[in-house]
């Protein structure tokens, strides 16, 4: 086919006109969102005592962290779907949410006796959290995925793993409403190990899917 | 942003606004571009020029299928050299060789290479070839015999809906032959 044909196929194909990609991205939240809930309430549900735990600093710590780490992830995704973006130093926004939890990480190794670091850590539900946070994540994950390859992402695998840090920020927001566990080592610990895991399969998901 | 990036522009956000003759208009201006780029870019890594036409078809189509992630305040010309080098890149894979190509402005190429147009003409074989038999025909129709959508349709006996559906699935298979080969 020369290309002035190649054209003319194009102009005639021009009524077929896809999904703009921020609105998918932001449709992706919504729907990701809604299945890891009706998921999370089916199976797990919000602790009891979250009344009195939602007195605690602690607790509370855990949403400052999961959705910063969410609303960081879903900023640089709707970046990553032009294919002339490339994320150079934005690329810290990322950093923030461990940046806070290193933070609070420290100062519970200042203000708790070192005896008590390790029990801390260990906490009741790791492997609870392990299973449940990457399994509330794969509705989100699809759904990113899903809403990026609307886009034209430069680097598949990078936007393969943004999806993947939004959808495990987002997985583990409704996580932390029934995990007991609040000190920030045990969320340092378990819940970066969890995400990470969402993450990698978000880069070889995307390197897999989101090639153009 | 130079007169030939702000033409670009205005074209295409008249024809994200459904306006056809922009559309033809766009793609036909940015191809002269685009081809003097590959060419610079083929002669770089000692390919020959033959090779371009099958980066610019891909890069149309890439063009085409990916428009909605151009935002329309921002300028175009970084745009169409990001797609343009990402096709290239997959030219050099598919040759085996993992390039490193320095991000070009397309636009500083613009027309400047007219004197070639000898190899405008070529025939980019494996185009037609890897569609099924019906969207062979729609396409033909359409962009080689230069039918409308209407004759097309009273030719093969379909509705007009269905040749638009099985031209937008013949133009998706087009963009993705390479990509299947990739793997």
Known sequence: MKTDDL?????????ARP?????????????????????FFS???????????????????????????????????????????????RLWLIAIAPVLLLLAAAAELVVMPSSTWMPRLIGHNMRFCLTMIP??????????????????????????????????????????????????LFVMTWYSLAIGLVTVAGYFAGRRWLAW | MGVAEEEWAVLMRAAMAGDEVAYRAFLTAITPSIRATARRNLSRFSLGASEAEDVVQDTLLAVHLKRQTWDQGRPIGPW?????????????????????????????????????????????????DNLNEKQR?????????????????????????????????????????YREQNK
């Open chain 1, 19 to 39: 999904m703009k990609p921020r609105d998918a991205v932001m449709a992706a939240v919504a729907a990701g969102a809604a299945i890891a809930a009706i998921l």
């Open chain 2, 80 to 128: 169409i050299s990001a797609i343009a080098r990402n096709k290239f890149i997959d030219l050099m894979r598919r040759r085996g060789r993992n390039a490193q190509v320095p991000i070009e402005d397309v636009i500083e190429t613009l027309a400047a290479e007219d004197n070639e147009t000898a190899l405008d003409n070529y025939d980019v074989q494996r185009m037609l």
């Open chain 1, 135 to 184: 399994l509330l994540s794969i509705a989100p994950l699809a759904a990113f995925l899903w809403a990026l390859r609307q886009g034209a992402p430069a680097n598949p695998g990078l936007a393969g793993a943004i999806a993947g840090l939004a959808a495990g920020g987002i997985a583990a927001t409704f996580y932390a409403s029934h995990c007991t566990d609040d000190s920030p």
């Open chain 1, 43 to 89: 199976i797990l549900g919000s602790r009891p005592d979250i009344a009195t735990a939602a007195e605690t600093y602690r607790f509370l710590f855990k949403f400052v962290v999961t959705l910063t780490l969410a609303l960081s992830a879903i900023a640089l995704a709707l970046q990553v779907l032009r294919p002339e973006v490339s994320l150079g130093r």
């Open chain 1, 7 to 15: 054209i003319t196929a194009l102009v005639a194909d021009r009524g």
């Open chain 2, 137 to 177: 025909a729609v396409v033909r129709s359409l962009a080689i015999d230069g039918a409308s959508v209407r004759q097309t349709a009273e030719r093969l006996n379909m509705t007009e809906g269905a040749i638009r559906v099985t031209l937008h699935r013949a133009v998706k298979a087009l963009a993705a032959i």
